[in-house]
């Protein structure tokens, strides 16, 4: 399998507002550089959307290592939460329902297509990629608004 890496980084103009997502793709040295956004979303959506496009980009199943500052993305991978959302209806353990059920559901069907390491770094450090994807999301988030 390719072994790619992925950056990804959401931002929102409000919350909800105007929102917008960036991704960083690297594989053999190559870089692509990815961004989007919507007029009416939420911080979380954007996080959650820059690994759907980010990961959706692949052409072929992938080792993947993806890099977040979203503690709410990583986590909910590392520590399995969407299996007890899948097991109890997609409602929570306060038996409400999931929050952006419908980005989870695309996130998972493509966590099964790829092999995908979840990996949190802390946002708006010194981290290059990260701080890239956030330039990204942030130009996108404004020419959404």
Request: with cysteine.
């Amino acid at each position: 399998m390719k072994e790619v890496e992925i950056y990804t980084d959401g931002a929102c103009s409000g919350n909800p507002g105007p929102g917008g997502w960036g991704a960083v793709l690297i594989h053999q040295g190559r870089r692509k550089e990815l961004s989007g956004g919507e007029r009416e979303s939420t911080n979380q959506r954007m996080e959650l959307k820059a690994a759907i496009e980010a990961l959706s980009s692949l052409k072929y199943p992938c080792r993947v290592k993806l890099y977040s500052d979203s503690a709410y993305l990583v986590n909910a991978f590392n520590q399995n939460w969407f299996r007890n959302w899948e097991r109890n209806g997609w409602q929570t353990a306060k038996k409400t329902p999931v929050e952006n059920r419908d980005l989870w559901q695309q996130l998972l069907e493509l966590s099964r297509t790829h092999q995908i390491d979840w990996i949190k770094v802390k946002g708006h450090a010194d981290h290059r990629e990260n701080n890239r994807c956030d330039e990204l999301a942030r130009a996108a988030t404004k020419q959404n608004a």
